[in-house]
Antibody, heavy 119, light 108 residues
C-alpha cells in the first residue's frame, strides 16, 4: 500500500524557517517525481514545487521561488521542503504528493502537515 | 499561465440527482493534461480522473470526465451520499501545475 507521511509542521514566526519531510513507502520511491501542494485554511489547492525522480528537474510556483527549496533523498525514501523567509500567507496545510510520471497529475497524497506563520 | 475557472462554485443537489461540474481553461489545453480530484473535509485530495476522461482504479463509473480544448466537464450520474465533497480540476504540464478554485457539491 502506497503511503506518504508528512512531518515537521508547526508554528513559526514571520521571517522564520521550517523544514517539512515526507516519508514514502509501499512503492519504489526513486522511480517517481514528487511534489508539494498547499491549502490555506478554507481555500483551494495551490501547487508549490515539484522534483523529478533523479532531482535533475526542479520547479517552483512564483509565490515561493527564492524562499523554498525542494529536495529528496532516494536512499531514505524521503522528500523535503525547506521553507525560509516565511510569511503569514504561507500558512497552510502542506501535502506531499506522488506524480504518476513526469509532468503528470498526482495519484497519491499524504495526510498533510499544518504550517502556521504567526507572531 | 493557464487559469482554470470552475463553475458553479457551489452545487446544491439531492442524493440520486445528476451533477454537472464545469472547468474552463483560459487557453486551449491538451486533454491528456487535465485531471479531476475529490476532497472531503479533513482529508487529502483524491485523484478521480486523469487525461480528462480516464478513471483511476477505484473511481466508480458514475463519475465521467469529458471535454476538450478549453471546456471540460465532470459528471456524476447519480449522487451517492459519499459524493458530497469539493471537486478540483487540474492542468498539468512540464513545469507548472494549476488547480481551479473548486466546486463544492453539497446536500440540498
Amino acid at each position: 500500500e502506497v503511503q506518504l507521511v508528512e512531518s515537521g509542521g508547526g508554528l513559526v514566526k514571520p521571517g522564520g524557517s521550517l523544514r517539512l519531510s515526507c516519508a514514502g513507502s509501499g512503492f519504489t520511491f526513486t522511480n517517481y517525481p514528487m511534489n508539494w501542494v498547499r491549502q490555506a485554511p478554507g481555500k483551494g489547492l495551490e501547487w508549490v514545487s515539484s522534483i523529478s525522480s533523479s532531482s535533475g528537474d526542479i520547479y517552483y510556483a512564483d509565490s515561493v521561488k527564492g524562499r523554498f527549496t525542494i529536495s529528496r533523498d532516494n536512499s531514505k525514501n524521503s522528500l523535503y521542503l525547506q521553507m525560509n523567509s516565511l510569511r503569514a500567507e504561507d500558512t497552510a496545510v502542506y501535502y506531499c504528493a506522488r506524480a504518476r510520471h513526469r509532468g503528470s497529475c498526482f495519484d497519491f497524497w499524504g495526510q498533510g502537515a499544518l504550517v502556521t506563520v504567526s507572531s | 499561465e493557464i487559469v482554470l475557472t470552475q463553475s458553479p462554485g457551489t452545487l446544491s443537489l439531492s442524493p440520486g440527482e445528476r451533477a454537472t461540474l464545469s472547468c474552463r481553461a483560459s487557453q486551449s489545453v491538451n486533454s491528456i493534461y487535465l485531471a479531476w480530484y475529490q476532497q472531503k473535509p479533513g482529508q487529502a485530495p483524491r485523484l478521480l480522473i486523469y487525461a480528462a476522461s480516464s478513471r483511476v482504479t477505484g473511481t466508480p463509473d458514475r463519475f465521467t470526465g469529458s471535454g476538450s480544448g478549453t471546456d471540460f466537464t465532470l459528471t456524476i450520474s447519480r449522487l451517492e451520499p459519499e459524493d458530497f465533497a469539493v471537486y478540483y480540476c487540474q492542468h498539468y504540464g512540464s513545469s507548472r501545475w494549476t488547480f481551479g478554485l473548486g466546486t463544492k457539491v453539497e446536500i440540498k
